[in-house]
């Protein structure tokens, strides 16, 4: 599976917010920032932290994306 943030980012513009700023209000480290930046997974603490910083669900932040069956 892979995981996409967009909809993250996009909570992110709307509250016209940035990446530092999510950082900061969540009390996250940069390193996590940078692997969301990246598609790239994180822990669910981190996940929590960025929801309770967002006032939002899992779901709000974050798609799990089937990889394709049929790729070789």
Not at 9 to 28: E, P, R, T
Request: aromatic residues 4%.
């Amino acid at each position: 599976m892979e995981v996409s943030y967009k909809k993250l980012w996009k909570i992110l513009i709307d509250k016209d917010m940035k990446k530092k700023d999510l950082q900061a209000v969540a009390g996250i480290s940069w390193a996590s920032v940078t692997k969301l930046s990246k598609g790239e997974t994180v822990s669910m603490d981190v996940l929590m932290k960025v929801c309770k910083a967002l006032n939002c669900n899992i779901g709000d932040v974050v798609d799990l994306i089937p990889e394709d069956e049929n790729r070789e």
